[in-house]
C-alpha cells in the first residue's frame, strides 16, 4: 500500500492529525488487532491494560513510512535473569576489580495463569568456564515486532510510557 492510500485511510477515520488514539484506529488503519498479537491472551488484566496503552503511543511515535513496514508479533510479560560472576581478570588486575561479566542470561515469559516458559537463554562462551556468583532479575514487558525484513523487540516500561 502506498503512504498516500495509508494517509487516505486516516483521515476518513477523523484523524487527520495522523496520530492513533485508540485500538479501533489501529485496527482500521493499519488492521492490527492488538488484542490478537501472540501472548497477549497470557497478560494479567493489568498488563493488558499498560499494553494497549503503550501500542498506541508507540505507532505514534513513528512517522507514516515507519508505521506502514511495523508488524507487531508478540507481548509477553518476561522475567530476565542475568547470571554474573567476577571479570577473570579482576584478580591480577586492579583495574577489573569492579567487573563483573554476564555468563548466561534467561528470559522467562510469566503467563496469567502463573506458568512460566523459557523464551531464549543467552551464553557468553567466552566465560562459559566461570561459576555465577550473583544473579540479577527484573521483570518487563517484551514487546516484538517485524519492521521491515528486521526482527526488532523492546522492554516497556513506566506504564507503558516508555520503551528501550
Not at 71 to 80: C, L, R, S, T
Not at 84 to 89: F, G, I, L, Q, S
Request: proline share 2%; charged share 30%.
Amino acid at each position: 500500500m502506498k503512504r498516500s492510500e495509508v494517509e487516505k485511510i486516516y483521515q476518513d477515520n477523523g484523524l487527520n492529525d495522523y496520530k492513533l488514539t485508540c485500538l479501533e484506529d489501529l485496527k482500521n488503519c493499519h488492521g492490527i488487532d492488538a488484542e490478537q498479537i501472540n501472548g497477549f491472551e497470557n497478560l494479567t488484566d493489568g498488563n493488558k491494560v499498560i499494553f494497549k496503552r503503550f501500542i498506541i503511543n508507540f505507532f505514534n511515535s513513528m512517522g507514516m513510512d515507519r508505521k506502514m513496514i511495523t508488524v507487531p508479533k508478540a507481548i509477553n510479560y518476561v522475567q530476565e535473569i542475568d547470571y554474573v560472576a567476577p571479570h577473570p581478570d579482576a584478580e591480577v588486575d586492579e583495574d577489573y576489580k569492579d567487573c563483573y561479566v554476564s555468563i548466561d542470561t534467561k528470559i522467562i515469559v510469566l503467563k496469567a495463569d502463573g506458568s512460566k516458559k523459557q523464551l531464549h537463554k543467552y551464553s557468553d562462551s567466552e566465560y562459559k568456564n566461570l561459576k555465577p556468583t550473583e544473579q540479577y532479575r527484573k521483570e518487563y514487558l517484551r514487546f516484538a515486532f517485524l519492521e521491515g525484513k528486521s526482527k526488532v523487540w523492546l522492554h516497556v516500561t513506566h506504564e507503558g510510557k516508555q520503551w528501550y
